[in-house]
């Protein structure tokens, strides 16, 4: 029998998110009391007035067909979101709305990236960056921003990683799995090699509205015109408005791109679902105070659950100024603890105290664990207090 499957998916990777959500809810299917803090997703319902749009949309019998790249109201709501909160201009044709923001940067990377081209991705970075760059036919370069650099890269690193292949360089601010944000003194210098050396920003920004301590989130495309010019932004309302399983994403971007990914979607997705579409429009245009309440719930738990992690032995980490995720080092509690590496000890965590939590090496950063504050703060102390059990009960000095 000839072989089965193309090349481009013998060297894919499983997400490690999903592997481990769905280790989690095997164990829980048997009964077992499991705490996933795996979780990428809000644990809030999407908001009751959105809900009634998507319904009312329903009732009205828009159910059909819209064009490829988004319905025309939902663009100019997504044009008004931009000019509102990121004070950036855009026209129609310079926005596509996609099946989430993942498939959006899909699409994105399938029309930006010839075979070889390079694409500049932070450590830590999103699981699906690498493959789907890999996918589209390019090559990961790998740029490690440390602990050190509170997980950002310099623009030193990215003039250095830089060659004549290069096409892009992504970047995710706030941060999945880190959680930190760049300041806009940082994104201007990281903007003028960009512009120097002349290649694409990709800026995603899907945990925008997710910050905290006062800080702001700041735009790379808010930069300068030169910079807007060459940058995508990758947005949703998948965090923004607890909408992840709506699917609803966007990009903004050089026209020629935009339409290329359009004529991509028309032969692939032919559109976003239409009643999640109609959902947006409202989650852009009408009230934003629960969006308000899930970031002030987010940023409750993350002061309270934050120095208890900090305590537990052997942990080193930052606080996060974004997302929802903590980001800590335990090399040396997987060590003292008679681990060989910390993906074992996660496995060991969730066999033996019940906790499921994201292996660091699925985003690059193999010293350490993803733990999601997206759940109740009952679950979380717990959650905790299991972990740091399991800890003291296994440390060797």
Do not use: C
Request: aromatic share 8%; hydrophobic share 40%.
């Amino acid at each position: 029998m000839k072989q089965l499957l193309a090349n481009r998916v013998k060297t894919l990777t499983p997400s490690t998110t999903l592997a481990i959500t769905a280790k989690a809810k095997e164990l829980k299917e048997q009964g077992i009391d499991v705490i996933g803090l795996g979780a990428g997703e809000p644990d809030f319902n999407t908001p009751e007035n959105i809900l009634i749009a998507a319904k009312q949309s329903m009732d009205a019998g828009y159910t059909k067909y819209t064009p490829a790249g988004g319905l025309p109201a939902l663009k100019k709501a997504i044009i008004d979101k931009l000019a509102r909160d990121n004070s950036l201009t855009y026209k129609a044709n310079e926005i596509i709305v996609g099946v989430g923001a993942k498939h959006v940067l899909y699409t994105l990377f399938q029309v930006i990236l010839n075979e070889g081209d390079e694409v500049i991705i932070p450590i830590p970075y999103w699981v699906s960056y690498p493959e789907q760059v890999k996918l589209a036919g390019g090559v990961p370069v790998y740029v490690e921003g440390t602990q050190e650099q509170s997980y950002k890269i310099t623009a030193q690193q990215l003039r250095d990683a830089i060659t004549e292949k290069t096409k892009a360089v992504i970047i995710n601010s706030p941060s999945n799995p880190s959680g930190m944000i760049y300041t806009k003194e940082e994104l201007a210098e990281l903007a003028k090699v960009a512009e120097e050396k002349d290649i694409l920003i990709v800026s995603d920004e899907i945990y925008e509205k997710l910050v905290y301590n006062g800080i702001e989130h700041y735009s790379i495309a808010q930069i300068s015109d030169a910079i807007k010019a060459r940058t995508i932004v990758v947005n949703g309302v998948a965090k923004s408005h607890s909408m992840t399983g709506w699917r609803i994403g966007y990009a903004a971007g050089d026209a020629s791109i935009i339409k290329a990914m359009t004529d991509l979607a028309s032969h692939s997705t032919s559109n976003a679902t239409t009643t999640a579409q109609y959902a947006t429009i409202e989650a852009y245009n009408g009230s934003q105070e629960t969006v308000e309440e899930m970031r002030q719930a987010f940023e409750s738990r993350l002061q309270v659950i934050f120095p208890k992690i900090a305590a537990i032995p052997g942990v080193k980490v930052l606080k996060p100024q974004g997302a929802f995720y903590l980001l800590p080092d335990v090399s040396e509690t997987a060590e003292k603890t008679g681990y060989a590496s910390v993906d074992d000890f996660v496995s060991a965590l969730l066999t033996e105290a019940n906790v499921a939590v994201i292996p660091g090496s699925g985003f690059g950063s193999p010293a350490t664990i993803r733990l999601s504050y997206a759940t109740s703060l009952e679950l979380l102390e717990e959650a905790v207090r299991r972990i740091e059990a399991f800890v003291k009960a296994k440390w060797q000095d």
